[in-house]
Each structure stands twice: as structure tokens, then as C-alpha cells.
């Protein structure tokens, strides 16, 4: 069973997966309330379901010159936020951005490391810097750390008041103490739509303001994901059916996901798949544990356990059809290879890969897509974000939630107030 044939689109293939198309056909009933939730406006934190083809046409200009604004200021700029604050951002401008074209892009605040930071402080003392603060609730203690040093960094270079300038703030709409901050300093600053969680905001200005200042196209990044917003059959609905396959899977034994990506540029998007299913499913005593692996890199340390080891897990490849560049191998090299194009022996280790497997009996899916641009990343944020929904739905969680989370800040705050 396939997506819509249409070639413009990223779609799934379930040819490997080992599991019948009436198996897959079966969770259908199943699948069937969660794909009316999802349509459904009152139903919680589903806001970024309609967003891509309702964005306020303002508010998106405003991101834009926003962000051509800040390339003109600064030849560095900090994007400062944890999870689901700044994964997406990541994820679409290691992907997608060219180096060199406007301000190169820092992160600040996604770990408490002291060396971290000093280095990075070290790094932006010659350059002319902006920052960007991204926390809904504006009390994570990683980007508030950051938030303080980088401050201090402005305040040093360019006085309090031009400082405050070159500061941006994303944040809760009307609360927190970010939001009274940006409000009393004069930042300029977006709002994080109230009914959209972290992990699920990458297409808000959460991800678009940081991406756009990367020079990438947010226009083809909403379009991308608007073109597959629309509410299909099941037969049609490739998130639907990667979200019955999945849980099939998960009952027969496979409790792991390898997310394996065949272009070094996509690791900051299985990072972002691994937070947006590990911390929308892993709840209740539930959940599929999302892990990820690089082609063909990692088939030369974790490829022996994945030929021959615990057989406790699945593969998802991300697969894309036409990668932006090419080489072509030497006639130096060896004269089998010599001559072919680096894509092609590429395309030969994930399908060699996918023979050995397939005889090892390891249930596998592809995701096709179609090209590494914005449009497409558009489309793949969105697949993602509905298939993880669904899926959560039918495991009987809130995908919305992570009170796991909230558990290690207060354990944490104790130790912090006794120091
Ligand atoms: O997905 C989520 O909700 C989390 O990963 C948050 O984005 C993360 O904890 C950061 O939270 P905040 O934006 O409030 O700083």
C-alpha cells in the first residue's frame, strides 16, 4: 500500500516491512478516530494541523523582514533554546542552508556546558552578533543560562540599549517572564502559538525566524507542508499507514526504531524525529524507543548487531531521491568504481544494505523523498508530525505532553537550591 503516486510528494513504502497489506489494512477502524481528532478544531494542541495553509499572511512578512534584518546586522547569529526550541531550526538549516551566504548560525542553551559556552563566547568576540531566545515557557534553565551570558556578551560590545536591538525573543503570547522581559526591553519579539507544544512548532516563528535568517525559502518550506495538510483515506494517507505499521510492529516484539539517514546533512533531523516520537510516545510504560543510525558510516560499527544481534527493533530509511550534489569517482580508484557517480554507490549501499537485512528478516520501511529542499522539508516536518500523532493516539497516550520531563527539573531544582 503506497501514498498517492504523486511524485511531488514525500511518501512511505511498506514493501519491506514484512506486514501484510491486510495486516496494515486491519488498524484502519483503529486509525480512524484519531485522523477525525486531528480534523476536529477544539481538540488540543493540534493547532500546527491547519497552520501551513492558514499562516497569517503579516505575521509571515513580518518574520521575513525580520529576518533579512538581522542578516544585514550581524555576521553571527545565536539561536538560544532546547527540544523542541530548537531542534527543528537545526535540523532544516543543516540541511538545507549554504554556508558562507549571510550570518553564520550558533546554538547556545541546548546543554549547561561550561566549556561550551566559553568556547562559543571566545568565538563571537570579534564578530557582530545577534541573538535569538526561543522558550514558550521561559523558565527552561539551559536557554536562561545562555540568555545571561549572551546578554552580558551585547551589553559588553554594544552598550545596554543598542544591545536590546539586537536581541529576539520567541515566547508564550502573553505570559512568562521572557514575554514581561521583551515587553519592558523593547525586543522585538513572536509569539509561539498557545495551541502548539515545542515539538510540534518548527513551521511557527519558532523554526521559520531562525531558518529564514539561514536564507532559506520559509514560503516553500509552508507550502510543502500545506500540500499534504489535506485530510485523506486511509488508503491514501501515508502518515496513517506508517502509524499502523508502526504499531504492528511494536506488537510483535520490535520495540525499537532505527531512523538511518543516507546524507550526513539530515542528522539534525533524526535528531528532531528521535525528540518529536520519544517524548510524544514514551509515556505510560509505553512507547517505541526512536534511535538513529548514518549510511553508510555507522554499517561499519552498529551494521554487525543490526545483521545479527538482538532482533528487538525496525528500520525507517529516509530516502532521498535526488540529492542536491554529485561527484564522480576518479579514474584513480578502483576500476570497478572508477568513473561511477558517488550518488549511485550511495543508492548501492542502502539497497545492498536493504538485500542483507531483508534476509536477516528485518522488517523495514522507506520513506521516499523526493529531494533535499525546503518544500520537501516542509512536507517531511509535517508527515512526521501527523504520523507521530496518530500514533500516539493509538497507543492510548497524549502526544502532546511530557511530564517525564518535568520530573528530572525538580530533582533537579533541589540539588540547584542546595549549592
Ligand atoms: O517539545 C517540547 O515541548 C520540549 O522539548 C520543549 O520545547 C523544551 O523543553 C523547551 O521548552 P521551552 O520552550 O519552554 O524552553
Known sequence: MRDSSAANRVRIDLGGS??????????????????????????DFTGWVRLPKEFNKQELRRIKETAEAIRHKCDAFVVIGIGGSYLGARAAIEMLADKGAGPAVYYAGHNVSGTYHAKLLEEL?????????????????????AFALLKDLLAEKYGKEKAAERIYAITDPKSGTLRQEAEREGYESFAVPENIGGRYSVLTPVGLLPISVAGIDID???????????????????????????????????????????????????????QLFGESEGKQGKGIFPASLQLSTDLHSLGQFLQEGNQIFFETILNVESPPRDMVVPESADESLAGL?????????????????QKAGIPMIRVDVPAMTPYYFGQLVYFFERACTLSGYLAGVNPFDQPGVEKYKAEMRKILSKL
Not at 514484512?18 to 481538540?43: D, N, T, W, Y
Not at 557582530?128 to 543560562?145: R, Y
Not at 505499521?245 to 543516507?262: D, H, P, Q, T
Request: one cysteine or more; hydrophobic letters at 45%.
Open 125 to 145: 568576540q570579534g564578530k557582530d552578533v545577534c541573538i535569538c531566545v526561543i522558550s514558550k515557557s521561559g523558565t527552561t534553565i539551559e536557554s536562561n543560562i
Open 341 to 357: 557517480s558517488m550518488n549511485q554507490v550511495n543508492r548501492a549501499v542502502v539497497l545492498g544494505m536493504m538485500a542483507a537485512h
Open 220 to 274: 516553500a518550506m509552508l507550502s510543502g507542508a500545506a500540500e499534504i495538510s489535506d485530510p485523506l483515506p486511509f488508503e491514501e494517507d501515508g502518515a496513517a499507514q506508517y502509524a499502523a505499521a508502526r504499531n504492528l510492529l511494536f506488537s510483535m516484539g520490535k520495540v525499537i526504531e532505527i531512523f538511518e539517514i543516507c546524507e550526513p546533512g539530515m542528522e539534525y533531523f533524526s535528531e528532531w524525529l528521535k
Open 18 to 43: 514484512l506486514l501484510s497489506f491486510v495486516q496494515i489494512e486491519s488498524m484502519k477502524s483503529h486509525l480512524a478516530a484519531g485522523q477525525q481528532r486531528l480534523e476536529s478544531p477544539g481538540e
